[in-house]
């Protein structure tokens, strides 16, 4: 069985520019997160997607990062426009519908550098 | 805001020793998930313990979880080069299914 899978594993753009990430979850997963590791802080949880529907986005950090999950497989994070704070690592993680394995696997992650 | 706490902060053992990581919350919860991160690379699960388990186990690794002090530990046993990595406590809160991570530990296991 496939992992998550994220996709690029690696940007470098300029501040101002827009990035996109991508994520698909592991097949069959409802539960679709978003995490970021900006440079020595924690892994901080961004939103939860439930199939298509934002279930909780209240981790983004403000109004230039969008995500969505549009027919309730893959989902993208964009960030328009950049700033150089936004650098770190993009995680994407996925689990199962509520009351089976509440694991959250992850993908490997996109490692971002706003220059 | 809920927030795990790992110690150490980083850990140097021998091969063949046992290591043990501690982590710290401090709201109630639903499970608490362990999970490595080798150098550069993703962050794979290793263990789930739910609230109302207190001690797990998985072939090298023991998880035990008091949640009266609540805190939790991990033990690796006869540690080997290729547990090296950083280590990192989540715990998924009683209302949400955001997981809080921790700072981590680092672990280096010497040959």
């Known amino acids: 069985e496939a992992g998550v899978t994220q996709f690029p594993s690696h940007s470098v753009i300029e501040k101002g520019q827009t990035v996109t990430l991508r994520c698909d979850p592991i097949?069959?997963?409802?539960?679709l997160y978003w995490y970021r590791r900006v440079m020595g802080k924690e892994i901080k949880f961004l939103l939860h997607f439930v199939k298509e529907s934002k279930q909780d986005e209240s981790g983004m950090p403000n109004n230039r990062f969008l995500a969505e999950r549009t027919g309730g497989t893959y989902s993208t994070l964009k960030v328009q426009p950049a700033e150089l704070e936004d650098s770190g690592v993009y995680f994407c993680?996925?689990?199962?519908?509520?009351?089976?394995?509440?694991?959250?696997?992850f993908g490997p992650g996109t490692r971002l550098l706003v220059l | 805001s809920q927030q795990g706490e790992e110690d150490p902060q980083a850990l140097s053992i021998q091969e063949g020793e046992n290591a043990t990581m501690n982590c710290s919350y401090k709201t109630s919860i639903n499970n608490l998930q362990w999970y490595r991160q080798n150098s550069g690379r993703g962050l794979v699960h290793l263990i789930l313990i739910r609230s109302n388990e207190r001690e797990k186990h998985s072939g090298r690794l023991r998880v035990t979880l008091d949640t009266s002090k609540k805190s939790s530990s991990l033990l690796i046993t006869a540690s080997r080069a290729a547990d090296t990595a950083s280590y990192f406590c989540?715990?998924?809160?009683?209302?949400?299914?955001?997981?809080?991570f921790g700072a981590g530990t680092i672990l280096r296991v010497k040959s």
């Open positions: 097949s069959g997963h409802d539960n």
């Open positions: 993680a996925s689990s199962q519908i509520a009351g089976m394995d509440e694991t959250q696997y």
């Open positions: 989540a715990t998924d809160p009683e209302y949400g299914n955001k997981l809080v």
